[in-house]
C-alpha cells in the first residue's frame, strides 16, 4: 500500500496505517485535493495485503476543522448545479470507500472534529477520544441541511435517533463526555495517550483473522438495509466461508494443543 500520499500524512508499518489531515495551524481542514486523494488511497487500501488497520490519528491537538473556508466553502458559492452535485458525490465517495476498505479504521480524536471531520469520525468503526475532543456536524450553521455524508443514516445508529436530530438540527457541539456515554466514543483517553491507545488497538485487531475481520466489516456495512432473515442468512454465508480459510484450522489446532493461535489472514 502506498504511503507516498500529497495531500495528506501515511505511514504504515507493522500492518498498521496511520494517516492524518494536513495543516495543523488551520485545524487540519479538508479541501478538494484532500477529499479525492482520501477517497482513492482507501479505495485501494481494499486491495492491500500489507495493511490489516488503520489509525486515523489527529495532527496538532486537533482531528479535523471540517471543509476549508477559502479553499472549499467559497468556491462552491460560485459553482452550478452540476459542479455541486459532482462535489457533494465525491465526499460521498469517500465515505463509502472508508466502509468499503476492508479494513477496521479506528479515528484518535483530539480537540476539533467538526464537519467533514465529524463524518470520518463518524465512518471509521470505532473512536477514541480525549477530554478535549469536541464534536460537531455544523452544517446548519453554514446554511445547509444535516443530511451530509451519510450522517442521517450512519449517526443515529451509533448513538440514537433523538442525540442525532438534536446534533443535526442545532449543529452544537457534542462534548466528550457526552460522546462517551451515548456511545460516539469506544473510550476516552488523556491526550498524550491517545494515539499510542488506538495504535494498540489497531494492532490488537491486526494480529486477529484479518480475513474474518473483513468479513465482519463487510457485513456491519451492508447489513443495514437487510431484514433479520436476510441478515442471518448472509451471516450463515459469510461465516461458511471464514470456516474454509487456514485461519480457522489454525485457531483449531491452537485450542486441541492449548497453544495461542497466531494467525495469518488466509
Same mark, same amino acid.
Given at each position: 500500500?502506498? $504511503?507516498?500520499?500529497?495531500?495528506?500524512?501515511?505511514?504504515? $508499518?507493522? #500492518?498498521?496505517?496511520?494517516?492524518?489531515?494536513?495543516?495543523?495551524?488551520?485545524?487540519? /481542514?479538508?479541501? !478538494?485535493?484532500?477529499?479525492?486523494?482520501?477517497?482513492?488511497?482507501?479505495?485501494?487500501? =481494499?486491495?492491500?495485503?500489507?495493511?490489516?488497520?488503520?489509525?486515523?490519528?489527529?495532527?496538532?491537538?486537533?482531528?479535523?476543522?471540517?471543509?476549508?473556508? =477559502?479553499?472549499?466553502? #467559497?468556491?462552491?458559492?460560485?459553482?452550478?448545479?452540476?459542479?455541486?452535485?459532482?462535489? &457533494?458525490?465525491?465526499?460521498?465517495?469517500?465515505?463509502?470507500?472508508?466502509? %468499503?476498505?476492508?479494513?477496521?479504521?479506528?479515528?484518535?480524536?483530539?480537540?476539533?472534529?467538526?464537519?467533514?471531520?465529524?463524518?470520518?469520525?463518524?465512518?471509521?468503526?470505532?473512536?477514541?477520544? &480525549? /477530554?478535549?475532543?469536541? &464534536?460537531?456536524?455544523? !452544517?446548519?450553521?453554514?446554511?445547509?441541511?444535516?443530511?451530509?455524508?451519510?450522517?442521517?443514516?450512519?449517526? /443515529?445508529?451509533?448513538?440514537?435517533?433523538?442525540?442525532?436530530?438534536?446534533?443535526?438540527? &442545532?449543529?452544537?457541539?457534542?462534548?466528550?463526555?457526552?460522546?462517551?456515554?451515548?456511545?460516539?466514543?469506544?473510550?476516552?483517553?488523556?491526550?498524550?495517550?491517545?494515539?499510542?491507545?488506538?495504535?494498540?488497538?489497531?494492532?490488537?485487531?491486526?494480529? #486477529? /483473522?484479518?480475513?474474518?475481520?473483513?468479513?465482519?466489516?463487510?457485513?456491519?456495512?451492508?447489513?443495514?438495509?437487510? $431484514?433479520?432473515?436476510?441478515?442471518?442468512?448472509?451471516?450463515?454465508?459469510?461465516?461458511?466461508?471464514?470456516?474454509?480459510?487456514?485461519?480457522?484450522?489454525?485457531?483449531?489446532?491452537? !485450542?486441541?494443543?492449548?497453544?495461542?493461535?497466531?494467525?495469518? %489472514?488466509?
Amino acid at each position: 500500500m502506498r $504511503s507516498d500520499v500529497t495531500h495528506f500524512e501515511c505511514e504504515i $508499518s507493522d #500492518g498498521i496505517a496511520t494517516v492524518r489531515l494536513s495543516r495543523p495551524d488551520r485545524k487540519n /481542514p479538508l479541501t !478538494f485535493d484532500s477529499y479525492a486523494e482520501l477517497r482513492d488511497w482507501f479505495r485501494d487500501l =481494499h486491495y492491500a495485503d500489507d495493511v490489516h488497520a488503520v489509525v486515523f490519528a489527529s495532527n496538532g491537538g486537533n482531528f479535523s476543522s471540517g471543509g476549508d473556508v =477559502h479553499d472549499i466553502i #467559497g468556491p462552491l458559492t460560485d459553482m452550478n448545479m452540476k459542479e455541486l452535485l459532482r462535489f &457533494t458525490r465525491m465526499t460521498g465517495d469517500l465515505v463509502k470507500a472508508i466502509l %468499503g476498505c476492508g479494513k477496521p479504521v479506528i479515528a484518535a480524536i483530539d480537540g476539533i472534529c467538526v464537519g467533514a471531520g465529524a463524518i470520518i469520525a463518524m465512518a471509521s468503526d470505532l473512536r477514541i477520544g &480525549t /477530554p478535549e475532543a469536541k &464534536t460537531a456536524f455544523l !452544517f446548519t450553521r453554514v446554511g445547509l441541511a444535516g443530511c451530509d455524508m451519510g450522517a442521517c443514516a450512519m449517526l /443515529p445508529r451509533i448513538i440514537g435517533q433523538g442525540r442525532a436530530a438534536e446534533l443535526l438540527y &442545532t449543529g452544537r457541539s457534542m462534548s466528550a463526555d457526552e460522546g462517551e456515554r451515548w456511545g460516539f466514543f469506544n473510550r476516552l483517553v488523556d491526550a498524550d495517550a491517545l494515539e499510542g491507545a488506538a495504535r494498540d488497538l489497531a494492532t490488537q485487531i491486526a494480529a #486477529g /483473522p484479518n480475513f474474518a475481520h473483513m468479513m465482519t466489516k463487510t457485513m456491519l456495512a451492508q447489513e443495514w438495509s437487510m $431484514s433479520l432473515d436476510q441478515a442471518i442468512e448472509a451471516e450463515a454465508q459469510a461465516q461458511a466461508i471464514c470456516m474454509q480459510t487456514a485461519d480457522f484450522e489454525r485457531a483449531y489446532r491452537a !485450542f486441541v494443543g492449548k497453544e495461542r493461535p497466531v494467525f495469518e %489472514g488466509d
